[in-house]
């Protein structure tokens, strides 16, 4: 099979005609990259003759990009840009304290961020870092350390426990509140407009429990991101059914105020799991049971 790579072009001429392209000196790019002049005129010339065209016009001690120079030169900056940005990235998974924490954006917005200040003092040799997805399960080849999620693992080789359970609240901003009608809790809400994620447990389930004549609970405004529709109801636009893990930071401010006294339990609780092996390390384990104790009803 023939390899996609084989008419690239080694690796070390282009970091050297990059280098003279970008200086326009054969000897400021030997400077930066601390080799001889020779050296870089030689990666240059293995790289034109790689090519089959000039790269470089020599006018008198000068240097000037040809055409199929100043095309490659850019080619040239944003690829290797790229390997370096990424080669950047892998030092967060040799440094002995990071921890890469795995969580749905909303929670890390709701519950995480708001006790990372605590987290940071209780734990200084821990240097987290934050990968937010609605994904709920990564392969063990994974470079994730520890995920929070609503679905609890069953893989052999994994460690999961229930980190806490959840309930729903009528929530709005706290002028939306006030104007409600002041009805009995299971009339308050029937003219309300009410807004809508896609979780199973929805407006249907809380109007049942509290025994409401509320027929229609269809309407209103729809979002598949639980935390952009807690964001919506803080801005006035109607009452969501939200989660009062993933809406804690906005009631604790005043953002958003319960707009009515009954919960609906969930049947959906947030459950933290890992593969065994991330347990090797200590940075991990210590976040693992820091994240433990901030939910001892988990």
Known sequence: MNSPYRT???????????????????SRAAEELNVTQSAISHQVRALEDHLGQPLFRRVG??????????????????????????VRRLNA?????????????????????????????????????????????????????????????????????TLMPDRLWPLAAPEVAAALPDF???????????????????????FAAVNSARHEVSSGLNFSDPGMMLQAATLGHGVCLGSEVLAGALLERGDLVRAAA?????????HMSAWKRTFSRLAVRQTWQWLCDQCPQG
């Open 61 to 86: 001690r000068r240097i000037e990009l040809t055409d199929a120079g100043f095309d490659l030169q850019q080619t040239a900056h944003d690829a290797l840009e790229t390997v370096r940005h990424g």
């Open 262 to 270: 009954t919960p609906l339990v969930s049947s959906s609780a947030f």
């Open 184 to 206: 009995p809790e299971n009339e308050r809400l029937d003219g309300a407009t009410l807004l809508h994620d896609e979780g199973l447990d929805d407006w249907q389930k809380w």
């Open 93 to 161: 998974y040799t440094k002995p304290g990071s921890v890469i924490l795995m969580m749905p954006p909303a929670l890390a917005q709701g519950w995480f961020l708001p006790r990372l200040a605590q987290l940071r003092a209780d734990l200084p040799q821990v240097e987290p870092w934050l990968h937010t997805t609605d994904e709920t399960w990564i392969p063990e080849e994974a470079e994730i350390d520890i995920v929070i999620s609503r679905d609890p693992w069953q893989d052999e080789g994994t460690i999961t426990r």
């Open 8 to 26: 690239l072009p080694p690796l070390t001429a282009l970091v050297g005609f990059e280098a003279a392209a970008r200086h326009g000196s054969f």
